[in-house]
């Protein structure tokens, strides 16, 4: 689900995928792109890879580099 609601399963949402993903940027600071879509294949919620980094991208916690194929996390270190 994009938007929670009362009825959503809390480990099939946005926020559970982007803390899953915030948590190993956090670790590893950069990232490929690869590596992130597996982490989502990995706890099922592919579906929902996209919607997630785009919200992380526009709260400004990641950057993505086009010519390296990776991702830079800018949040509170």
């Given at each position: 689900?994009?938007?929670p609601t009362k009825y959503t ?69």
């Amino acid at each position: 689900m994009i938007r929670p609601t009362k009825y959503t399963n809390p480990d099939k949402s946005i926020i559970y995928l982007s803390t899953i993903l915030l948590k190993f940027l956090k670790r590893k600071n950069i990232v490929t792109y690869d590596e992130l879509l597996n982490l989502s294949i990995k706890y099922d919620l592919k579906y929902l890879f996209m919607p997630t980094i785009n919200m992380l991208f526009t709260l400004g916690l990641i950057t993505y580099k086009k010519q390296d194929d990776i991702f830079i996390y800018e949040g509170v270190k």
